[in-house]
């Protein structure tokens, strides 16, 4: 960074909300991502313009499809906000009862239903919700006016319909030490400078979902801070655009299918998932858009507020699975197994344990608890328990699918070896299954289990599954906090007649 | 049954609800059992007063302590009957909203931790809630006056404050055979005769949970039912006392403790379940207590809103389950071994298995829907979700107990060992453990385990978990058929690019 | 103790071989126990004669048709010994190749299927094996002679044809204290003094398997020992009657049924298994029947290999798997469910469970290698799979095994009733299933089913399996510490390409 | 096919053995496949040498170090073949002893950790097997000489030093139909034309494991056959450049990458595997490699004797397990996390599993019966159970590696970002865990781990697991069928006291 740079870099900022207009719909939304001056990395090249690189194509497609929702199915996929008084993409709508709560896992389920991968946009949306609550925390203890500022940032955001991405995960470096213990700071991300007009931040935020898709990312801080990580205690606004920002792409199983002709073979043609390392060479941030500034100690609740929200957000999943079950059966009808018992047992035992995976979230939106800021967070123990059973039965949904589906499924020629001369009409004589069925829609059909188990929307159903908002031992310690084992301790000793040693107690 | 039997039955009838006083606490309601005339069998034996009987006497304490949890957490327990104009048990209230349906839910996980067994009183609960739509239905197709009927009947039961029992079970005789096809027609219970004043049934229902401590029985189909099965279509309310009834008490793994001196060796020597065949032997039912009398059609009907709500009710093995964890963390406390960490993670893994029961039961509720009488039903697929996990994760939620528990649970020598005067001192000695804890409170956790994973309560805590409100198969036929998998291949196909073929699609 | 106490237990040591007379079959194995002046406590009162002791007698009934079982069938229950240059019963022989181990799993699991219990005679059996090779290492490493005196100790056993228990499991007390730092010396067993003639030993023996069915009790250490603990390591043959012994009987679920008229309440009226605590007063051993005597370095390695082949051992389980299957699949057809296939299904995954275990036993004992005193040892880790699955199987098959007997399996009212005047002809009418299966069979069938599952046989079959021989935490120390990971990495390293760091590898 | 080709088919035939030169390593086996005039489709596109292409390569060096393998272990991976008096591959030996089948267990475990993919040579390992008893007892019956024709081929593949691989699995067409009933009769492979020579055959098997790279397909019945279908009853060996053969190669996930620049995204750049569909068109067969001509009452049991041998070969994926343990080890370590108690909780879960399936395969070997034929034949019943757990346990060890390798396997930028100049430094810097260890570790492991749970290699540690050698529920059928259910009946009869009922036994 140049001696000039920083004064650029501020400018910009000032009229960071002018460039924009309201979004209407998943075409307009593409539009609004193209020209963009953003610097990303893929296969070892600069992407001239993402919007039309092939591979990043599908993820874009998929958060369109959260717009063209809100469009077709507006009591499903937007919500009224009292913020602007008129109705906004529940993307963007504050959680003002259990029943938003609710409203949004059903969303969530339904985009899941839609697009078959992860669209993006829920880290966002749980980001929205927290800040709301911690914003007004901070200020209730420190004075300071970060609600007011997130109130405005959200009126421009609902106005304008925008994309607003969460940037959490720091790359950690060295698991044993804290942020400001690391050999190089920059392995947690922190405020590099401070002027008059604002904040820099240096560092990294790793796998953001959907990052390069983001109108504006909010970044914050991924775990617990004590005094010594104060730097490391800070909260922004950043456009997707803003300099100093650098963005390297993901690579996916069978990622690079996007790239060959036709369609069969990608299995889901037109939607992915994507994530991104987004790299912070000194962003500048202007006051009005920093939410947190040295306030360490509020990072551990706005954590864990954050993964309550998120990990019921998993309820995307039931979506995926939803496909998967239907993808199982059409496979099973197009075989002419579909009759079998044990292929009907197979797709009750998947049902079983998708809607097992949605019941934990709407439950827990159905125990939400409003906070002191006046909105609702849903029930932490059960939004642990929905994650944690998304670690497990996708797996097991899959494993089914990929039975009911017959080992075609890792065998089938290419989609080109049947556009061939020769090798099509043999393909085509030699895979006929049902009579009725053509030979294509088994292709079809095989190809997006695959996609879903092994392939590119795989990393979505299951690794993604496992990770995301924390992997299976981070729900298991919130588990143990959460379980009140000494209360359930009474009930067995109040039971057994043991009454309570005092000392223990004590 | 002599010639002269039905008079005095149907003379008997006209009087029913005179002999009622006002229950109030569960001490009027153990008083309210005393001195009826039942005929009771138990290890080969007429009982003369089942009230004071060791073995009885704990499943009628789990029901009186429905009425204290009203008294000491009306919130929790009571709730206001339009139908009285007063708060009223909410064991006797109608379900007018999804919120009551949670709180049900909430009272019968907290009448598990409470008790530690089957309280016996949730299949009566749900017939009350099914029988306000059916007999509405009915009516509504055939012109009849049930729905009146049981609104009068549960004027009374809700002033009265009394206790309803489900008589719902028939023995079935040959499974292949329907009930009008059996050799013998009393092995489904059927109308044996019909008079001016009301009708005669006859008939067993068997595993009739608290069939003994309810004061009156609500019999109704177990199946559905056609043309020739009409005489089985009935459905009608029976003082438990009524004439012609004869109970024979089902055993339970180790139920003679109950008879033993001490309390220590029953693990939870004040509250138990129970399970009984009913017999009517032409048992008079008036009119005005006649609530379905050969409308065969609405006997499936009946059964699926049944099993509906009391699927969920199943519900209450998390207050079971909660006991469990409670008591695996206590033992190993007493055992020294609480901070290992593969303690731990077997507490959490019961955790997460009980609360997943927890989350269904909660999404069933709050996902209920208006039926046409105005009260509301439960989601039907969440709650086939809830039993399946029930007739799972009780079974290893109890082999981690066992696990945490020791060997200690199934070698540790008797109560009355403990009691002698060379053997207690030998005892107390060797099964010292942590320092500080009493042997004895070892003990009796220990036996409190035995109590619900091998003895009395493991047959509520366990088989009944499977078989209760209908075996795991029974959840997985309705599955498949609610499973809508039309609908989830048409997610599937759409992804792939499969236009369904018409033929098939037709 | 008093003064004299010593010298007469010291003489009526000399003769303790003189009162045997060889053993031919289970008859007279069960004359060999009678009039024994073992002193025994149960339900608070000594018992005078333990042989007919209702709730006794079915343990040994078990350890006497190991008897005849080598009668029956003296291929597989016999092997010859060279050391005594006859046929043995092979719960006597010494294992001598991997084919000896492989045919005592196959003994086992015929055992289990013969008597549906624990027929206890394992643990001692696996004892004689470890103290082959333990005596030879400590002789080799200190000159003692040790395995000589074994030698002598195993031609007279195997000549007499007597059962040797196993006595190992200490109270432990304060787990997190050694041996030697407990505040009671006696909670592990300890030389409490030594004289020209022998040693004597204090303590106690917990939960030991068949106890008071044993002719001989080998005592030796729990656990590894440290120099401080070297009173603790002391490997002895005691007399079951000796001067000194106490044995306080464990109480099981369901025990008392055996004191109950008629045997169809008792589920498996004739076997079931026995634990018991053993006390030893100052119990004398003479020197030719001490085998460790403070080599307190060898009692880890000693433990280790009891382990190793004590747990593969409990491949009986699967025996008693088979009844278990049997008995799913004969209720089924008694029910007329058994053509359904769901419950062909089940059959199938218990069956599957089953023979699991099974493989893993006969995997531990082909893999077996030989040791320096040239017998033979199963194999480590493979015996620790084996019985990590035992932790697992048996619960997941009863709960099958529940599910398919149907709820009257825990609501059946008692044999009791069935013979009643009134209640017996009501219970026949309404339990008729299938026609031409008696009633009785059901109750029959349900009541082994409740046996094994819940009732007294649950005991060996499911909480034992989780105990025995280690519960499932110890398995995974085991399986951590043989799990050869670095070469694990190296395979993984050598296709990933990475050539390991030489400072992380050295 | 036109008129001539037939003549030259059939003289082309006569000197088929003439071409080979006795293979000694792997290098000489890749000759050996050089400059085969084959047929082969890969992406809509004939490869013009198989060997050199990048995609097939590293299924041929899988194969290749089966070779490899029996030079540098020869007690592992030779045997004596008393055929040719001389040590041979273990690939071509013929199992004479339950040690024999061991010793094949071993090896393709060995293979496994090699390798990381399927090495393909076991289905015609265990086709050599089944012929050896097949043809004997053919000729028993039928008075021919397949018998000894075998043993010519085997004596000429030994010497010769070759591959054979296994032509099983028929396309099927409508599954409802047998092979005379289909629309197309070549749905099912069957005579097409018989002459003096020899026979032809036409039809197509699919995923043939390895088919390019076996120097002799041995074709054969896939399923039991009437009566009607006797044409389908054929076993024949045909070189794999016999004229009429077609290949068109089955494209796996991430197969693609193979022709990317650099090895890390490769995961395993050296070893994958392969299945293509071999079309047989007119190819005609010698009757000296004829081996079943029109016995069509042999299929069922041939395939049952395969399926047997075959489903206990699947030991290899715990050599496969035995790389996943190590990678999942691997990477804990470079993240800095194998400390923690749940990574190696899980690392034993992964290594229980994996020995499970071992277990069953050596149990399955050491329970091996001769045949009339006189070699051996594994248990069916423990190659069952030993398949089955197959088709479950990787897919839960393949989550867990999943777990323990973190989000960042699957949102690692690629290669080539890492060469980037720009792209390049950040990723270092920012990727850096542990101290020590190089960025380049974690890609490489990270890579490995993706391609055994989602790339290439998942497609054989994962879906062939399922679907080879039968899926699930074809193991489900063969354990109903053999696991002796009367038999166990009979044990839980005895022990209940149930004498069975003469008319339902009967």
Known sequence: ?????????????????????????????IESLRGRAVTVYLFGEKVEEPVDHPIIRPSINALADTYDLAVEDPELATAHSELIGAPVNRFLHIVGSPQDLVMKNRMQRRMGQRTGTCF????????????????????????????QRYLDFMKQAQANN????AGMTDPKGDRSKRPSEQADPDLFMHVSRRTERGLYVRGAKAH??????????????????????????VVGMVPGDAEG???IYGRQSCDTRALEKGEIDKGNARFGGQETLVVFDDVFIPWEHVLMNGEYAFAQEMVARFTSYHRASY?????????????AAA???????DQASHVKDKLVEMTHLNETIFSSAIASAHEAKPLESGIYMNDGMLANVCKHNVTRFPYEISRLAQDLAGGLMVTLPSEADFEHDVAGPILRKYFQGRANVPVEHRQRMLRLIENMTLGRNAVGYLTESLHGAGSPQAQRIQILRQMEVERKKGYAEELAGVGRNEERAG
């Open 245 to 247: 920002l650098t963005y």
């Open 208 to 233: 953001m979902t959907g990052g390069l898709n983001s109108h504006w990312i909010c970044v914050m801080p991924t775990m617990n801070l004590g005094p010594a990580d104060s730097d490391y205690a």
């Open 120 to 147: 993006q946009r829920c880290a966002g949306l749980d980001t929205i919700s927290v800040l709301h609550s911690i914003t007004y925390d901070i200020d209730r203890k420190h004075g300071t006016t970060y609600h």
């Open 331 to 337: 496979i099973a009808e197009y075989n002419g197994a």
């Open 162 to 165: 925008i994309i607003v991405g």
């Open 1 to 29: 960074m140049n001696a000039t740079t920083p004064d650029r870099r501020e400018e910009f900022a000032a009229e960071r909300w002018a460039r924009f207009r309201p979004i209407t719909d998943g075409k307009s939304y």
């Open 315 to 327: 309820v995307c999943k039931t979506g995926l699975g939803d496909v998967m079950v239907g993808a």
